[in-house]
């Protein structure tokens, strides 16, 4: 799949698409980065308790795909030692930014609000995902486009529209924003 040349895509992880054994995110791995190359892609499963051993093989096989800047979700000592080039935190870890930072990871950070985003660069962050951007089960009243364009126009830092992107014509209408790149779970399976 193609995207806009003008955006960045970010595929994002969800233990219902990608299982819960080191086999099944693997090959699940290797078949979504096959399919779209998106240049990052991140590893988030918040419920497993086997979190280091399914990122591990999600590392494995994106680094052996060769098309992105790996991430892990929230655990910058663990995307360190498994030897991915990143972590994606939480909005509510803003404050381990800088830590992350000098631990030489690329560090994107997941924000809400433009106070949040201007946190985020303040501490160091390389990119935000600033969200929701359409509507997405769960999350909240969309920001809408017009709002994603006026936070972009007003910050100097790397953003991905996240939220409800599941179609090109959605990638598109993110792309006339301005914005860096564009994040979702959804859109690559």
Same mark, same amino acid.
Do not use: W
């Given at each position: ?67 992105? !800047? ?6 910058? #000592?663990? /995307? @360190? +030692?498994? &030897?991915?080039?990143? *972590?994606?935190? !939480? ?6 930014? #800088?830590? /992350? @930072? +000098?631990? &030489?990871?690329?560090? *994107? ?11 985020? /660069? ?68």
């Amino acid at each position: 799949m193609t995207f806009n040349a003008a955006i960045n895509a970010y595929l994002i992880t969800d233990p219902s698409y990608y299982g819960d054994t080191p086999e099944s995110v693997a090959e699940a791995t290797e078949e979504m980065l096959g399919i779209h190359r998106p240049e990052f892609a991140c590893f988030r499963d918040k419920q497993t308790p086997r979190y280091a051993e399914l990122a591990a093989a999600f590392v494995a096989a994106a680094k052996e795909a060769g098309c992105c !800047t790996v991430l892990l979700h929230s655990d910058p #000592a663990l /995307a @360190k +030692a498994l &030897g991915a080039d990143g *972590v994606h935190l !939480t909005s509510r870890q803003l404050g381990e930014i #800088a830590v /992350a @930072k +000098a631990m &030489g990871l690329y560090v *994107v950070a997941s924000c809400h609000s433009l106070e949040e985003i201007r946190t985020a /660069a303040r501490e160091g962050a390389d990119a935000v995902t600033y969200s929701p951007v359409f509507a997405s089960p769960g999350k909240g009243i969309p920001k809408g486009l017009e709002d994603l364009k006026e936070t972009v126009g007003k910050i100097g830092l790397n953003i991905f529209a996240l939220g409800g992107i599941t179609t090109p014509e959605q990638v598109g209408q993110v792309a006339a924003t301005g914005v860096y790149g564009f994040a979702s779970i959804r859109y690559f399976v």
